[in-house]
């Protein structure tokens, strides 16, 4: 999942939401001097992903994009999922979606001093340019996949997921949201900071 899935998923407190962004800047970093608040989000992330590519819906999600950008299919789906949890943010959620970015901002902020160098840059440019706020909207998912593809280092057609989006578009919609709620609740049983409350 994306930066906002992860987020909604976290816990309310600085280092759950340092701990469960982290995963994606992870390569490199020592974790060790980090508290067990943060290691226990780091957890919740590996949790989230390891359950979302293993869900029968994402994986049938993932079958919907044209074969030549496929191994791409897992990034799209992240961007778009996120827009969709935006879109359908009120079935999930009795916290209005504004509130809940401003309150993420706030918490990911008071950890960006020591956050990995990588993910202060990231997180400090999403808070910076609100990137959930060109989430809520298809041009923003445009604009997201053409980052993405050009930041891949070999030649990719990466950008034209937004094809492969706009033409399953309902079918990508119902495996969201056959998927999510099964993630929310698997996450609310099994997941790392919800069995070690420490």
Do not use: C
Not at 20 to 37: C, P, Q
Not at 51 to 74: G, I, N, Q, W, Y
């Amino acid at each position: 999942m994306n930066y906002l899935a992860h987020l909604f998923l976290a816990r309310p407190t600085a280092d759950s939401h340092f701990g469960n962004l982290l995963g994606d800047f992870r390569r490199g970093v020592d974790i060790n001097r980090f508290g067990n608040a943060v290691q226990l989000g780091l957890k919740n992330h590996y949790e989230v992903d390891r359950f979302t590519d293993s869900h029968e819906s994402v994986l049938a999600a993932k079958m919907l994009f044209d074969k030549s950008r496929r191994r791409f299919a897992p990034v799209a789906l992240d961007i778009y999922f996120d827009h969709l949890l935006i879109k359908h943010w009120t079935k999930f959620s009795t916290q209005r979606f504004d509130d809940f970015r401003e309150q993420s901002f706030a918490l990911l902020e008071q950890r960006l001093p020591t956050m990995p160098r990588t993910m202060q840059h990231s997180v400090g440019h999403m808070i910076t340019h609100d990137w959930f706020e060109d989430y809520a909207e298809e041009e923003g998912i445009a604009k997201a996949i053409s980052v993405v593809a050009k930041r891949i280092r070999f030649p990719n057609t990466f950008h034209y997921a937004v094809d492969d989006i706009g033409k399953h578009q309902k079918e990508i919609e119902a495996r969201f949201l056959a998927f999510f709620p099964d993630l929310i609740a698997h996450i609310n049983d099994n997941g790392p900071e919800n069995i070690d409350k420490t």
